[in-house]
């Protein structure tokens, strides 16, 4: 995992600086004039409902490299909000994914979904972030976080208005998920000791979820068929990236795995 530990080392400089440059107390003042955050949670399907794409705004990764460098990311999510996504995922990291909050910020000013901040949070600090970038909902990674801080950063996301899409990889992060109070889970098919994709996590984490709590299944899906099989899994809602942005018509792909 020296992966994921050299990108919370990372993380926790990143939001120290920032912290020093803004203060919390300025992001919540400029919070508390905010409208309500839009209901993400609604947005997506129980289990047995109609599927629903999460679509994600990201120019690289670590384990794809660049995928697009030049991504204008407000004018991809309009397009995914025409072909009719119920939200759009918006990678806010930039070592690793060419993100920033700008982008968030832009697409905000451009679409309605809701939105997903998707970064490496290991603060609340970061949630301030999101929440004043027009973000509604916030992805902690349970891989990322001890037990205490993601209670304690699900609390927050409450108090914030914010939702919490919470990652995990296999049963005991999904147990631990759960434990913490988790309603939105998310099943990453990518493992991150090898980066190796594998649709089974899903297949086998989804149908661990109790009915009160939404599943999504991440990474690895790219095709129709892919969908096709996640829904046979019991996946209700699906979180797609790469193939959207590499997709010469990425309204078109999003249809088709919705229909």
């Not at 970038?133 to 992805?139: E, T, V």
């Amino acid at each position: 995992m020296t992966f994921l530990a050299d990108i919370l080392t990372r993380k926790a400089a990143e939001v120290a600086e920032r912290r020093r440059a803004q203060p919390d107390a300025a992001l919540e003042a400029r919070i508390a004039r905010l409208p309500a955050a839009r209901d993400f949670a609604a947005a997506l399907s129980a289990r047995g409902g109609p599927v629903r794409v999460i679509a994600e705004v990201k120019r690289a990764s670590p384990s794809a490299g660049a995928i697009q460098a030049g991504l204008d990311a407000p004018a991809q999510a309009a397009r995914y909000q025409e072909a009719g996504a119920a939200c759009v995922s918006v990678l806010t990291d930039g070592p690793g994914f060419g993100g920033s909050l700008d982008d968030l910020r832009a697409v905000r000013a451009r679409v309605a979904l809701p939105l997903l901040r998707k970064d490496f949070v290991i603060d609340r600090y970061q949630l301030l972030e999101a929440r004043e970038a027009g973000a509604d909902a916030a992805l902690l990674i349970v891989a990322a976080l001890s037990p205490e801080a993601l209670t304690r950063l699900l609390g927050d996301c409450r108090a914030l208005g914010l939702a919490a899409l919470v990652e995990v990889h296999d049963r005991p992060e999904t147990e631990t998920a759960l434990a913490c109070g988790a309603r939105l889970v998310g099943v990453n098919n990518r493992n991150l000791h090898t980066f190796q994709v594998d649709l089974a996590a899903s297949e086998a984490l989804l149908p661990l979820l109790p009915a009160e709590v939404k599943g999504v299944a991440e990474s690895g899906v790219r095709t129709a068929l892919d969908a096709r099989r996640l829904r046979a899994a019991g996946a209700a809602n699906l979180l797609v990236g790469e193939a959207l942005v590499r997709a010469a018509d990425p309204g078109a792909l999003l249809r088709e795995m919705t229909a």
